[in-house]
Nanobody
Framework: QVHLVESGGGLVQPGGSMRLSCAASERYFSRYVWAWYRQAPGKQRELVGTITSGGSRNLVDSVKGRFTISRDNAKNTMTLQMNNLKPEDTAVYYC?????????WGQGTQVTVSS
């Protein structure tokens, strides 16, 4: 069953921008913390940032000042705005929603930063 769907990935040049979106099918997801993760080739999946239902945001140091995470509870969506992209940002990006009982993941969307 599909609960989360990411979109917006693709190929972008270094220094460019890209916006990723995540759409949830369950309305009750709006009460939980949402997060973006990414996994580069040969590396472990890592946290990029989180955002609470109230809009409190946290980003890892490597993307601070370049990425912005946001959500729209009414539309049940989350967005990752990525600016000044670097080759090391290349990864599959995943949407995550964690409830008290389960952790939900999207299928992922590929972001490739290359000249």
């Amino acid at each position: 069953q599909v609960h989360l769907v990411e979109s917006g990935g693709g190929l972008v040049q270094p220094g460019g921008s890209m916006r990723l979106s995540c759409a949830a099918s369950e309305r009750y997801f709006s009460r939980y913390v949402w997060a973006w993760y990414r996994q580069a080739p040969g590396k472990q999946r890592e946290l990029v940032g989180t955002i609470t239902s109230g809009g409190s945001r946290n980003l890892v140091d490597s993307v601070k000042g370049r990425f912005t995470i946001s959500r729209d509870n009414a539309k049940n969506t989350m967005t990752l705005q990525m600016n000044n992209l670097k080759p090391e940002d290349t990864a599959v990006y995943y949407c995550n929603v964690k409830s008290q009982a389960l952790s939900y993941w999207g299928q992922g969307t590929q972001v490739t930063v290359s000249s």
